[in-house]
C-alpha cells in the first residue's frame, strides 16, 4: 500500500544531542515537505524538495537542515537540539505540477527537547 | 500569492448537532480548494477538495463543502455531528498552474459535546 512514514512517533531528547527525523514515501512522488506544527496548532512549511538533489527553504525560518539523496526519502536534521525545537513536525509528498491531487502525509513525530 | 483564512478557531457544538466551519481564500488566480483533518497525534487526512465543475462537493465522514467564487469561501459543513468529529481541520489552497505548494489556514477546533 502507498503510504508515507515518519520515524519516530515521539522523541524525547536532552538539549545539544544531534537528532534526525525520518520521513520515506513509497508513491514514488517527486515532491517532499516538511511542517513544524506548534501546540498552537499552526503549520507552518520549513523545508520542501522537488525531488533528488534539491532542497528549499519554506516559509519559517528553522535551524534544521534536511536532504534528498533518494526520491522516497527526506530526512530533517538538527545538530544541536534545543528546548525552542520542541514541536510536532509532519513530513508531506505530493505529484510534481499536479496541485488537484494535494498532499499526503505522514502521522508526525512529535519532538520534546528537555 | 495567495493565502485561507479561517475566522473560528474554535468551535464547540451538540452531539448530532449541524456544523459549519467557515473558510475564505485570496488569489489572483485559478486555484484548487481543499479541507483536511487531523484527529488527535496523528498526521493530515483529505477530507474533500474542489477542483472544477459543481460546486457542493461531498467528501468522507458525511462532510460536504460549497465552493462560492463570487463570496472566495469554501465551507465546510456536516448535517449531523458525532463525538468521533472532534478533531482540527484545515483549509487549503493551491495553485491550479505552476508550483503546487498548498498553503493552509490556521485551523479549526472542533469540539463535539455529547
Known amino acids: 500500500e502507498a503510504d508515507i512514514y515518519q520515524t519516530p512517533r515521539y522523541l524525547v531528547i536532552g538539549t545539544g544531542k544531534k537528532i534526525t527525523l525520518e520521513c520515506s514515501q513509497t508513491?514514488?512522488?517527486?515532491?517532499m515537505y516538511w511542517y513544524q506544527q506548534d501546540p498552537g496548532m499552526e503549520l507552518h512549511l520549513i523545508h520542501y524538495?522537488?525531488?533528488?538533489?534539491?532542497?528549499e527553504k519554506g516559509d519559517l525560518s528553522s535551524e534544521s537542515t534536511v536532504s534528498r539523496i533518494r526520491t522516497e526519502h527526506f530526512p530533517l536534521t538538527l545538530e544541536s537540539a534545543r528546548p525552542s525545537h520542541t514541536s510536532q513536525y509532519l513530513c508531506?509528498?505530493?505529484?510534481?505540477?499536479?496541485?488537484?491531487?494535494?498532499?499526503?502525509f505522514g502521522s508526525g513525530t512529535r519532538l520534546t527537547v528537555v | 500569492a495567495q493565502s485561507v483564512t479561517q475566522l473560528d478557531s474554535q468551535v464547540p457544538v451538540f452531539e448530532e448537532a449541524p456544523v459549519e466551519l467557515r473558510c475564505n481564500y485570496s488569489s489572483s488566480v485559478s486555484v484548487y480548494l481543499f479541507w483536511y483533518v487531523q484527529y488527535p497525534n496523528q498526521g493530515l487526512q483529505l477530507l474533500l477538495k474542489?477542483?472544477?465543475?459543481?460546486?457542493l462537493v461531498k467528501g468522507i465522514n458525511g462532510f460536504e463543502a460549497e465552493f462560492n467564487k463570487s463570496q472566495t469561501s469554501f465551507h465546510l459543513r456536516k448535517p449531523s455531528v458525532h463525538i468521533s468529529d472532534t478533531a482540527e481541520y484545515f483549509c487549503?489552497?493551491?495553485?491550479?498552474?505552476?508550483?503546487?505548494?498548498?498553503?493552509f489556514g490556521t485551523g479549526t477546533r472542533l469540539t463535539v459535546i455529547p
Open positions: 524538495s522537488y525531488g533528488v538533489n534539491s532542497t
Open positions: 508531506a509528498s505530493s505529484e510534481l505540477g499536479q496541485g488537484s491531487y494535494g498532499y499526503t
Open positions: 487549503a489552497v493551491s495553485k491550479q498552474t505552476g508550483a503546487n505548494n498548498l498553503f
Open positions: 508513491m514514488g512522488h517527486d515532491k
Open positions: 474542489y477542483l472544477s465543475g459543481s460546486t
